[in-house]
């Protein structure tokens, strides 16, 4: 609540003279540390027009990693109407997608083409969901559809998101309701080490299609994956 009440009102100053806010993303940063999140970065966000392609373990992923490169998220819908933490999301002009309607993937790709059209980075987590904070999902391709042939050059830059030893303790999955999820997250003493990776950016052009830019995306993020976890391999499943 402090974080917010710090930078809301110079955001809004910010739109009201129709000038990119940087407050978001501050908020966002100050967020991760109000909640525990102690986040240190390795590498840094690719220069120019950048899409970010990120691991998914828990809701905190989105205050890190919003805090160390300023990325709008893709996210699914139902954020949206969630009081407070909705309209939040909007202020970083997240883009809401649908999981469920069929004939959606039209209009998403081409909300998500608009967002692109702008200079801010887009980071999605294509493994639809969050996981057991060790196994990697499949990345499921579908909106990379739009990087085949994007609105500008981009660079596809993979990002690992760390939470080391403490990953399946904080991992939100199952059949876990968010709010209890954030109280028992909230509860948990002690600070949270988070380390966001940046990865070797790759060109999109040079990949065949949608399916070959998950794919590299995704063996990037497993070795990272694997070159950090010494005292067990990852599961990494096909």
Request: proline fraction near 9%.
């Amino acid at each position: 609540m402090l974080a917010l009440l710090l930078c809301l009102a110079p955001h809004l100053l910010w739109k009201v003279a129709a000038r990119p806010s940087p407050w978001p993303r501050r908020f966002l940063g100050l967020a991760a540390r109000a909640v525990g999140a102690r986040v240190s970065t390795q590498g840094s966000p690719a220069s120019g027009d950048i899409f970010l392609i990120a691991n998914h373990v828990s809701w905190i992923d989105i205050l890190a990693l919003a805090g160390a490169s300023g990325a709008a998220f893709v996210a699914h819908d139902g954020i949206a109407g969630w009081p407070v933490i909705g309209w939040l999301a909007r202020q970083n002009h997240s883009l809401f997608v649908s999981r469920d309607r069929r004939g959606a993937l039209a209009g998403q790709l081409e909300g998500l083409r608009d967002a692109l059209a702008g200079h801010q980075p887009v980071a999605i987590f294509p493994e639809g969901t969050t996981g057991d904070g060790v196994t990697l999902l499949p990345f499921k391709p579908a909106l990379m559809a739009v990087l085949v042939a994007p609105p500008r050059p981009m660079t596809i830059q993979p990002v690992h998101i760390d939470y080391g030893a403490a990953a399946p303790e904080i991992a939100w999955h199952g059949d876990e309701p968010a709010w209890a999820n954030v109280k028992r997250l909230l509860a948990r003493k002690g600070g949270l080490p988070v380390t966001i990776r940046f990865l070797s950016p790759f060109d999109p052009a040079a990949c065949a299609d949608r399916k070959a830019i998950a794919a590299q995306a995704r063996e990037t993020i497993a070795a990272s994956i694997a070159a950090h976890s010494p005292s067990s391999t990852p599961s990494v499943p096909v």
